[in-house]
C-alpha cells in the first residue's frame, strides 16, 4: 500500500512569512497526526484529527499555526507568520491503530 | 502527566558488540510501549512494541514495570543498525506518543 505522502519536502523561508505544507494519509486511515521535531528533539505532536474532527490541538501554537482536514483525508497545516524557532521538520502520520509516518518537510525560517 | 527519557544522546559500539538502549516513563496505569527507529534518509518505522513481544531485526525490549524502563537490546550489533531511536510511548484512549529525545546509534566495523 502507498505511505503516507508529503510535500513540499523542504521549504526555506525569511521570518514572518506564511508556509503551508500538505499531507495525503494512507487510504482508510481515520486518524491524521501532525508532529513538529526539532533537531535533537523526539518529536511533539501539534494536532490530531479523527476524521476531518480535531480531536486533540492543545499543543499547537494556534497564534500562528493552523490545520485543517476538511473531508476527512488530505490535511494542510500552516504557519502565519513564521518565526526562526518554527525551523524543525514537520511530520504527518495516519493510523488505524498504529501510526505510519511521512518522510517529513523540513523547514528553515531565516 | 505521561513522559519518555533516554538518558543518552549518542551511542557507538563495534560490530558484533551488544547494544543496548535506555527508555524510562512515567505514566499512571498500564503502558504500552513502542521503538521506533530511523534510518538514514528514511521515514520514521515502527521497529517493535512490548505487546507483541517480537524480536525484529534481532532487538527486544523488555517492560519491566518496577523500574519503568523498557530498553531496547541486541547482542551483536550490525552496521546496518546505525540509525536514530526514539522510545514513544501512547496515551491511554487513543494513540497520541510521545517520544523521547533519541538516540543515535553508530555501529562502527
Known amino acids: 500500500e502507498a505511505g503516507v505522502a508529503q510535500s513540499p519536502r523542504y521549504k526555506i523561508i525569511e521570518k514572518r512569512q506564511s508556509v503551508a505544507f500538505w499531507c495525503n494519509p494512507i487510504s482508510g486511515h481515520a486518524t491524521l497526526y501532525w508532529y513538529q521535531q526539532i533537531l535533537g528533539q523526539g518529536p511533539k505532536l501539534l494536532i490530531q484529527?479523527?476524521?476531518?474532527?480535531?480531536?486533540?490541538d492543545s499543543q499547537l501554537p494556534k497564534d500562528r499555526f493552523s490545520a485543517e482536514r476538511l473531508k476527512g483525508v488530505d490535511s494542510t497545516l500552516k504557519i502565519q507568520p513564521a518565526k526562526l524557532e518554527d525551523s524543525a521538520v514537520y511530520l504527518c502520520?495516519?493510523?488505524?491503530?498504529?501510526?505510519?509516518f511521512g518522510p517529513g518537510t523540513r523547514l528553515t525560517v531565516l | 502527566a505521561q513522559r519518555v527519557t533516554q538518558p543518552e544522546k549518542l551511542l557507538s559500539v563495534f560490530k558484533g558488540a551488544p547494544v543496548e538502549l535506555k527508555c524510562n516513563y512515567s505514566y499512571s496505569g498500564s503502558p504500552e510501549l513502542f521503538w521506533y527507529v530511523q534510518y538514514s534518509r528514511q521515514r520514521l518505522q515502527l521497529l517493535l512494541r512490548?505487546?507483541s513481544r517480537e524480536s525484529i531485526k534481532g532487538f527486544t525490549a523488555d517492560l519491566n514495570k518496577g523500574e519503568t524502563s523498557f530498553h531496547l537490546k541486541k547482542p551483536f550489533a550490525q552496521e546496518e543498525d546505525s540509525a536514530m531511536y526514539y522510545c514513544a510511548l501512547p496515551s491511554s484512549n487513543d494513540y497520541k506518543l510521545s517520544f523521547g529525545a533519541g538516540t543515535t546509534v553508530t555501529v562502527r566495523a
Open positions: 512490548h505487546i
Open positions: 484529527f479523527q476524521n476531518n474532527g480535531v480531536v486533540d
Open positions: 502520520a495516519s493510523s488505524h491503530q498504529l501510526q505510519y
